[in-house]
Nanobody
Framework: QVQLVESGGGLVQAGGSLRLSCAAS????????KGWFRQAPGKEREFVAA????????RYADSVKDRFTISRDNAKNVLYLQMNSLKPEDTAVYYC???????????????????WGQGTQVTVSS
């Protein structure tokens, strides 16, 4: 089993930046892609960004492209989300997720991710 723990959330003013981290533990086998999702109160969970196992292929939601950057350190089993130019509408609980071992391709479909973290709150004030 794989356990994921997010960190780095907090309160920031509009236009500011935050970097989220997601540490993996347990039986973390190689060759799986990862992603970030977010959910605001009363809204459905939405895709934010994803990255392939090798790190060369990434995908972003239209709402965050050119502002957010996803990256990973496979040796340390850590996933990152650098968030710049934050807007109040970015306020949400952010979740990291991993696909199963061997599933290396990026995807924005939440049902293709097998492992999820508990979430970290990001609040952007105006």
């Amino acid at each position: 089993q794989v356990q994921l723990v997010e960190s780095g959330g907090g309160l920031v003013q509009a236009g500011g930046s935050l970097r989220l981290s997601c540490a993996a533990s347990g039986r973390t086998f190689s060759f799986y892609s990862k992603g970030w999702f977010r959910q605001a109160p009363g809204k459905e969970r939405e895709f934010v960004a994803a990255i392939s196992w090798g790190g060369s292929n990434t995908r972003y939601a239209d709402s965050v492209k050119d502002r957010f950057t996803i990256s990973r350190d496979n040796a340390k089993n850590v996933l990152y989300l650098q968030m710049n130019s934050l807007k109040p509408e970015d306020t949400a609980v952010y979740y990291c997720a991993s696909r199963r071992s061997g599933e290396v391709t990026v995807t924005d479909a939440s049902n293709l991710y097998a492992y999820w973290g508990q979430g970290t709150q990001v609040t952007v004030s105006s």
